[in-house]
């Protein structure tokens, strides 16, 4: 394959935020509820490359034969793969399309077609667009896939926050989760986070670094209580950040054989390693996964480790500090993303104020 730009590529990421950014030349387009994908054609060679540069080719026949079909002879095109299902999106049968048996994926090829929305140009013919400004390389975009038909597609997009406010409002009922804002001066930037994206909840892509069982679990009918929950800060460092739980019984039994996979060996080297026999939490220290409940002392909090490696989507409505104000609220597994990337830049960062500022009062001077 002999393109302008060469894969592995790494897809331009976005930033969560809450409220609708307000700067100039924003272009908005809906959030797509997918697989992030960045297509690379040159002429019958087809790769689908992923988020976490893993490819996606052989798990998607039918997406690789309508890029032959439709898109440019030599192109890099980044977009998404959704599998839409009756009048939405569907990720979960997206989730199963991610199969090892050659025979499941021609299966669920046909019962579950995909379809693939692009929204960026990043090369055509001998040409690399990643230099060009978003607003120039989103007309070319339409001007390359003028013709195309499903199950290939362009996204929507506007400059009109007015329109792209009620595309937030009416389109979470088809399956896509918010709008994300481009800047119209924007060169493509790989695993940089320098877009916006406007989502109906707050959610995080975290690492599930450990378990605690539940306390009615017994030999006969073992329970997972809580799954501890991680990201990685900006030195790489994995920080444990809450939990998610309130699951149901039956999940709680699920849970136990989908997480066995990751027990083998997973306190060699685990990052929590330190923390594993950890009893009493001295005063100022921080919080650790296998510390005593500062609410309740007799309350059993040891934890089991589980190699770092699986991500799960969950949903929470703040955080204080780096950590969750509340139990994080399981949404589901996020097995297309690599735990590396599990970072803390995904997060909204909030605007700091002053406490006494904000109550009113006058603001000191800072001592030392």
């Known amino acids: 394959m002999d393109l302008p730009v060469q894969l592995p590529v790494k897809p331009m990421l976005a930033k969560a935020a809450t409220t609708f950014p307000t700067a100039a030349d924003l272009w ?7 697989f992030r994908c960045i297509v690379f054609r040159d002429g019958d060679e087809v790769e689908l490359g992923s988020r976490n540069e893993r490819p996606l080719t052989r798990y998607f026949p039918e997406v690789v ?23 939405r999106l569907h990720f979960e049968s997206l989730l199963q399309r991610i199969h090892p048996a050659v025979s499941r994926v021609t299966k669920l090829a046909q019962e579950t077609p995909a379809s693939f ?16 400004p978003f607003s120039v390389r989103q007309a070319r975009l339409r001007e390359a896939l003028a013709g195309v038909q499903a199950p290939v597609h362009t996204t929507a997009i506007t400059r009109d926050v007015a329109l792209a406010r009620r595309w937030f409002a009416e389109f979470e009922g088809a399956g896509l989760d918010g709008v994300v ?9 790989p695993d940089q986070r ?8 707050r959610t995080a892509d975290c690492v ?19 799954l501890l929950l991680g990201l990685h800060d900006a030195e790489g460092g994995l ?10 019984v039956t999940r709680r039994a699920e849970l136990v054989e989908e997480l066995a996979p990751y027990l083998a060996d997973a306190l060699s080297g685990h990052p929590w390693q330190d923390w594993a026999n950890a009893q009493v939490l001295t005063e100022g220290e921080q919080r650790m996964p296998g510390a005593t409940s500062r609410w309740n002392a007799g309350k059993d909090l040891s934890w089991v480790p589980l190699r770092p490696e699986l991500v799960v989507e969950v949903k929470y409505d703040q955080l204080e500090g780096t950590r969750l104000r509340h139990t994080g609220h399981f949404l589901r597994w996020r097995h297309d993303r690599d735990a590396r990337s599990c970072t803390y830049e995904q997060l909204e960062v909030p605007v700091r104020y002053d406490l006494a500022e904000v109550l009113g009062g006058r603001v000191r001077p800072t001592e030392g």
Do not use: N
């Open 28 to 34: 908005f387009e809906p959030k797509w509820d997918g």
């Open 65 to 87: 034969e309508a890029v032959k079909a439709q898109l440019p002879q030599r192109c890099v095109v980044d977009g998404e793969i959704v599998v839409p299902q009756g009048d």
């Open 117 to 132: 929305v692009a929204f960026d140009l990043l090369a055509l013919g001998d040409e690399s667009l990643m230099e060009q």
């Open 181 to 189: 804002a481009k800047p119209g001066g924007l060169p493509y930037a």
């Open 194 to 201: 320098l877009m916006t994206k406007v989502k109906h909840v």
């Open 208 to 226: 599930v670094a450990g378990f605690r069982w539940h306390k009615t679990t017994t030999p006969e009918q073992p329970l997972v209580g809580s």
């Open 239 to 248: 920080q444990h950040i809450g939990v998610a739980a309130s699951f149901t």
